[in-house]
């Protein structure tokens, strides 16, 4: 699997070399997951998955983009207007590879999941934003070569608010508990998704990366827009 890390920024207005695209990955060149920008699709991506309608997953969304253009499959937790998005809720065969949306806790207003993509002896997970998955599917997580997943708070617990009326809660957890929770399953974590606190010292944020990832036993590191990993 050869997998092209397409853009690492969170949904902030920093910005800096290396990190100035929204979410999105290449698989193969051929299976894409996420859609920040419209750019990511002159790739030609056979098949696209979206984690959740946030803008910075999916640019179409944003206030005034354009519709994304016919003949590209894209699929996500629900569909978005008539724009031909197909609702994925059930492990599925896309552009060859083995698909398996795992449901994740991130926002009140839009659903959304991770996805396990499988192909040959290779099985890897790529979150979206995320404030937990939930108990009952972390044993999927078994055998897993490689996690992608978010970066938006360094800070334990990140940014985690409960909901009033209904007690649901909502944001993005932060990277020691995210560690925890992929370290049993998986040697090695990439991140994407940075949030304000990587950008104000970035090669002091990759090293705080590296060392969290060393007091944990695992390879943790800072993607960065346009890196290839081999697996
Ligand atoms: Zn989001
Ligand atoms: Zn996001």
């Known amino acids: 699997m050869r997998i092209t890390i397409l853009g690492t920024r969170g949904e902030i207005d920093q910005t800096a070399p290396y990190h100035s695209r929204h979410s999105g ?29 946030h803008p910075d997953h999916a640019y179409f969304v944003r206030a005034g983009a354009e519709r994304p253009p016919a003949g590209v499959p894209l699929f996500a937790p629900e569909v978005y207007k008539d724009y031909g998005v197909t609702v994925l809720d059930r492990p ?18 839009v659903r959304s999941q991770a996805y396990l993509v499988a192909h040959g002896s290779m099985k890897i997970l790529y979150t979206g934003d ?13 055998g897993l070569d490689l996690v992608i997943t978010e970066a938006s708070y360094f800070r334990k617990g990140g940014l985690i608010i409960r909901d009033k009326t209904t007690g649901q809660i909502y944001g993005h957890t932060g990277l020691p508990d995210l560690v925890r929770l992929f370290k049993a399953h998986c040697r090695r974590i990439v991140l994407v998704h940075f949030g304000g606190w990587f950008y104000k010292d970035i090669p002091r944020a990759r090293a705080a990366i590296r060392e969290l990832g060393r007091a944990n036993g695992v390879v943790l590191e800072a993607g960065r827009d346009d890196q290839e990993i081999v697996l």
């Not at 449901?103 to 207003?109: A, D, N």
């Not at 995320?130 to 078994?142: A, C, D, G, T």
């Open 92 to 109: 599925e065969t896309i552009a060859g590879y083995s698909v398996r949306p795992v449901p994740s806790q991130h926002s009140l207003k």
């Open 130 to 142: 995320l404030v937990w998955i939930n108990k009952e599917f972390h044993s999927l997580f078994e």
């Open 25 to 53: 990955i290449l698989i193969d060149g051929s299976l894409m997951v996420d859609l920040g920008e419209r750019e990511f699709l002159d790739r030609k991506p056979k098949a696209v998955l979206i984690t959740h309608l």
